[in-house]
């Protein structure tokens, strides 16, 4: 059914207890999902939606009628579709979906649907798991993941690591593990991933960037390779304040203006070298592991291919975790700037 039908279809019903989701949910994330959806009882539910994304923004307030005739004015008013709402011309008569001008245009599921799959790509959910639990389609499940990952990578991407007296620490992934124990295992690192963490944050802001070459086609040792040097140099220019102090771990080539770490670390306690040298490390090295998993798929036939994906997950994955508990009103908020007309 088209989600600006005029036939309405209750589709936003369903007997599952929203306390037990198939999926582990933050608690501040649960609760800003309660509130845009739990039922007051004083009109039906998908017009306590409406109303309530309207004043945050997620829906526009007002639009204009396309007819644009002098007499042409625009009132919402309940209607048999299925947002139970809509946009009426008094003028023309014309009607228009009340999620016109918003991210949910063009959903074939229901704004809670929409609003539910939202939930689950914040916390992470295996998309087709949600999907089911939600009753949305496979391919809008898909369509909406698609969308908000294109809005992490646009966020992400624009995150500066570091600042004015700021320590930024460079290190290379597999390179790190395998210089400590080789690779044995029966999914092989295909890309080298660089690391850069900002350490003053807590928990750690990163910045990881795949890298082109192809460790199955290029053996050759990370600080031996002039071009990888130069691209490594590059992407920390890009996602790294100018005013920081950089510091580059033991399996990164010397980069021109940086410090090593060895020079950083005899000026730091037991603790902290411990901290500096593998800690800080530890979330960062978890999800380039993670990416492996884009490498093995069957749908992936290059290497090339397979950075993209793997790129695209890590933005995604990095925007989720600088924001932890409370993302889902973040993510909200910055849907609304994206997608709704002003």
């Known amino acids: 059914m088209e989600a600006d039908s005029t036939t309405f279809e209750n589709t936003t ?59 042409c004015k625009v009132v919402s008013k309940a209607a048999r579709v299925i947002d139970r709402v809509q946009w009426v011309c008094q003028g023309c008569g014309k009607r228009q979906p009340i999620r016109s001008g918003s991210f949910f245009m063009k959903l074939q599921c229901s704004i809670l649907q929409s609003l539910q799959m939202i939930l689950a790509w914040c916390e992470d959910a295996d998309c087709d798991i949600a999907a089911e639990y939600f009753k949305v389609k496979p391919k809008v499940a898909s369509q909406i993941y698609d969308r908000l990952d294109e809005l ?77 040097t130069a691209e490594i140099e590059a992407a920390v220019s890009r996602v790294t304040s100018p005013q920081s102090i950089v510091v580059s771990g033991s399996s990164v080539p010397q980069l021109a203006g940086a410090s090593s770490v060895q020079q950083l670390l005899q000026h730091c306690d037991p603790d902290m070298q411990y901290f500096l040298s593998s800690r800080i490390w530890r979330q960062a090295i978890s999800l380039c592991a993670a990416s492996r998993d884009f490498c093995t798929s069957p749908d992936v036939t290059s290497g090339v291919a397979c950075g993209v994906i793997a790129q695209r997950y890590l933005y995604a994955a990095l925007y989720r975790l600088k924001h932890d508990d409370g993302f889902y009103h973040h993510l909200l908020t910055v849907i609304a700037e994206y997608f709704t007309d002003k």
Request: net charge negative.
């Open 152 to 228: 992490a990578v646009l966020e992400q991407s624009k995150y500066v690591l570091g600042g004015e007296n700021s320590v930024v620490l460079a290190e290379m992934y597999p390179d790190c593990l395998n210089r400590l124990s080789p690779d044995t295992t029966d999914q092989p690192h295909v890309h080298r991933i660089l690391m850069l963490a900002d350490t003053n944050h807590i928990p750690t802001h990163y910045q990881l960037y795949v890298l082109k070459d192809d460790l199955k086609k290029n053996s050759v040792s990370c600080t031996d390779n002039q071009s990888l």
């Open 13 to 71: 019903k369903n007997n599952q207890d929203e306390d037990f989701l198939p999926f582990t949910v933050c608690p501040g994330n649960f609760k800003v999902y309660k509130e845009f959806t739990g039922n007051s009882g004083e009109k039906n539910l998908e017009t306590q939606i409406v109303q309530k994304l309207q004043n945050i923004g997620l829906l526009p307030r007002t639009i204009q009628c396309p007819t644009a005739l002098p007499d």
